[in-house]
Each structure stands twice: as structure tokens, then as C-alpha cells.
């Protein structure tokens, strides 16, 4: 009979965007070891509000760091997303079979999904056909206690390895800021309408110049019970499986009806 | 009797990511003129790949540019996304009635909406409840011929002024780089799955290290006949109505059956 063939140890790529030596991928980092063989691929400086920005107009370079034990690690100059497609590239030299991004200090439920450069980096991962997660806890401070988040990113990494997933997968997982104790449970939920209200603040340089600070105020204009701000907000664990087709089908059907394209060339 | 109310000249942001001084946004600022106020608040250095993100760690500065005739006109120092978001709040003091961006320079179907500044910015004024449009040629050159694409946008522009639109409508133009009278009409039509298969190019700096560039194969994997990537290359303007609710409903309803998370608590 021929022996039962190993099964092969799964690849775990780990990137985020507050930079490599940011206390939360250094909190994720150790929720998961042994699940995986580890590779750690993250900014070498924080990548905050970089979204999906990529890199065309300088080149991007590689520097090992130690810092953790038996883990391969590098600090990359570009983006979140950069660190993924180089880590793949010229790192890995394959696909790894999950990309962890995180641990995010600070909220990136509802439209932040969409600036945020940890969860632009687990999306570019799923474009690759990786499957992928990103983790936000609610606590901004570089101090923040990440026992809960740390617990439940484990949690959720073995439920997405523990059998074959969509390969497009991508979970954006929040993590109420209370003690893990608290926390009710892990909820699947939608994208809240809630974003900031900008609102500039001006100042001058000693020349009299202006220049202006984002600052804003955060509105939720989404009454659901099923939006990940609820979810927090009800201290659950919130998971938003998010895609990258941004077609709007609704909105396609109705200038369809509206527009009658078919009817004239232009 | 009452005089009737004369309507008021709509307000019409321009935006792109190329660039203020661009002759893309040069073309789209005289394709649209008469129809309505034009202000122009775009970056003051090329911005391409930047995808959503936004300034953070530093404030951001406008510089008045004087471009057209009787038109007012700004660099930001910022990314597309920042030039939304500020002329919003410290230009125009209100939302304008439309936004658009371009006319890029390259092609933005498919994938490339989520890396791309030009359509970023249309899409964070969508958020806003503004309107818009992002208008790309497919013609990276810098002397690259914008007449059918400036024609084009001029015609899509008054199809969205000409009545209400949802306010969160945001569609992404793109207008193939042939003669304006080889293209067949313009098409709704979906996001392609096609993307670019990164291979980053290796060199060696004068002290021996490596830097990597970003470089990349154009894939289409979807054979689909409705798809921005089938329309372009059938000569065919194609419009693609996007969203910024990123929550995969069908991946959630999947997962709601398979994690059965009710069940316990963590």
C-alpha cells in the first residue's frame, strides 16, 4: 500500500498597513503560528488611507527584518498592496493559500473598506485568487490591548483553512474594543452606510499660506441591524465578505431601461 | 402672474488624476463648457495608481492655476480622492451637481477602477451624494488624440444632467483610442474580470542591491460578451454603473449556511 501522502503545510502571507514593526501584526503574527508556514511581507513605514494605491512611478525594495522567531519577514517600501503582489512575486514565487492583513489599529467597518490599506491589501490577495482577511480592532492607540482580536483572528483563519474556499474569498473582520469577555460572538453582516463628514480644518504657515487638515466627524446614516456598525456597536465580532466587482447591476438594469442605447448610434 | 424661476447653471466639479495641467482634463474642461459653472480642482503632479487613498499625515495645500478663460481652477498638493473632498469644503462651500474626472489618459476598465485615481475621485464624490463620472481614453500617450473621447463625454454629461439621477450614481467611461467615426455607439455594460500578471522587473543599484519595477501582462479571463473589455474592443464607448457597497451578498449568504454561527458562542 502506498503511504498516505503529507499533507502540505498551508502558506500564510502577512502584510498590514500601520507598517511591520506595528505592535498589531506583531499581535496577529503570534495568533496564528502553527497554522502555517509564516511570511511576513508589510510596509516599512505606516501605509494608513493608502487604499488600493500601487506603486508605477519609482521602484520598490525589500529589506529582511528579525523579528520574530523562525519567521521570514520583510519591510517593503511600497503600499499594502505593492507588499502583496512582491511578496507573491519575488518573495513566495507562488500563490500563498491564505493572506492575513492586519492587525489594523483602528476601525475599517463600513466605507472605510474602501481607504483603508489593510483591507486594499486582502482584496488584492482575493483578485489573485488568494483567499484573504483583514483585521481591524476599534482602538487607534498604538497601546491597544489586542488579547480579543488576536483570539478571534485565529478563530476565524481556522475556519477559512479548515476546507476549500471560494478562491476570491474576502472577509473584512472588525473587533469591538472591549475586553474578550465581552465580545457576544463572530456575526456575518453588510457594509454599513456610514462614512465621515469632512470637515477641513485651515490653519496658516509662518509665510500666511493656508493649509488644511482632514479632520471629520463619523455619521452613520444606516439604521440597519444587519451593518457591521451595528455589529460592533452590540459587541459582536463583525465579518463583511467584500468583493471587487463594483458593477452596480441595480443601477446597470435601470439606465437600461432609461437610457435606450440601442435605439441610435451617436 | 409670478415670473417662472430661472433655473440655476448647475455646478460642475472637475477633477482627474493625471494632473491639472494634463491635456486629458484640458479636453474634458473644453468639451463640457456652456454647460454649466466648471471648477477645477485637480492634483499638481500626476497621481495615476492612487487609487482611494487620501492624505493623513500631512495637510494638504490648494494653488489657484490660471488654465481657462474665466474658469476657476486649483492644483491640490493631495491625491484625486483629497481634490473631492476639498473642493467640497473649502472651494465650493456646497456639492456641485455633477463631478467628473478625466479624461484619463489609459484605459480604466475592468480591474483597473479599483487602482485608479481618476475613477476614485468619481466615486468618493458618489459617496458624497454627488453625481459623477470618470471618463478614460485608451491611449496612454501624452499627445494622444481626445476628440471622440471628449465628444463622448460631452454627450454622457448632459444624459446625466438632463434629469434626476440616483445621487449615488457613478458610472466609469471609457472610449476606445480609435477615429470618432469608427465608434459604433456607446454600451452599459459589467465590470470585466481581466487583470494584469504582475512580474516585477529586477535590477541591481550602483551598490549591489536590489529594486524591483512593477510590471505586468494584460489577462482577460472572462469571455463574456457584456462585459467593458468585450465593448472597448468592439469599438464601443462603454459605460460601467459602479458601486461603493463592497459587501458580497452572495459569498454572506453562503457563509450564513456553512459557518452556522448562531449556534455558539466563541
Not at 512575486?89 to 489593510?118: F, Q
Amino acid at each position: 500500500m502506498p503511504s498516505r501522502k503529507k499533507k502540505e503545510e498551508p502558506i500564510i502571507l502577512i502584510t498590514n498597513d500601520d507598517g511591520v514593526t506595528a505592535p498589531g501584526i506583531q499581535s496577529l503574527v503570534e495568533a496564528v503560528r502553527g497554522l502555517g508556514k509564516i511570511v511576513v511581507v508589510a510596509p516599512d513605514k505606516p501605509q494608513s488611507g493608502m487604499g488600493h494605491a500601487i506603486t508605477i512611478g519609482s521602484p520598490l525594495r525589500l529589506h529582511p527584518v528579525q523579528l520574530y522567531e523562525g519567521i521570514e519577514a520583510y519591510g517593503c517600501t511600497g503600499t499594502p498592496v505593492d507588499c502583496v503582489k512582491l511578496a507573491v512575486d519575488k518573495v513566495l514565487h507562488r500563490k500563498p493559500d491564505i493572506c492575513l492583513s492586519g492587525i489594523n489599529h483602528g476601525a475599517n467597518h463600513s466605507i472605510n473598506v474602501i481607504y483603508s490599506g489593510t483591507m486594499s491589501a486582502a482584496v488584492e490577495a482575493a483578485i489573485e485568487s488568494i483567499p484573504s482577511i483583514g483585521f481591524s480592532l476599534l482602538d487607534y492607540s498604538i497601546e491597544a490591548d489586542f488579547t480579543a482580536a488576536a483570539h478571534y483572528a485565529r478563530i476565524i483563519t481556522e475556519m477559512v483553512l479548515s476546507k476549500k474556499q471560494d478562491k476570491h474569498l474576502v472577509l473584512n473582520v472588525n473587533i469591538p474594543a472591549v475586553p474578550k469577555d465581552q465580545i457576544k460572538g463572530i456575526k456575518l453582516c453588510r457594509q454599513a452606510y456610514a462614512k465621515y463628514q469632512e470637515d477641513f480644518l485651515e490653519r496658516q504657515d509662518p509665510h500666511g499660506r493656508r493649509y488644511y487638515w482632514l479632520t471629520g466627524e463619523f455619521l452613520n446614516f444606516d439604521k440597519g441591524r444587519d451593518t457591521d456598525v451595528w455589529t460592533l456597536q452590540n459587541n459582536y465580532v463583525s465579518v463583511v465578505p467584500v468583493q471587487f466587482d463594483l458593477t452596480n447591476y441595480v443601477l446597470k438594469a435601470k439606465l437600461e431601461k432609461s437610457w435606450k442605447l440601442d435605439a441610435k448610434k451617436r
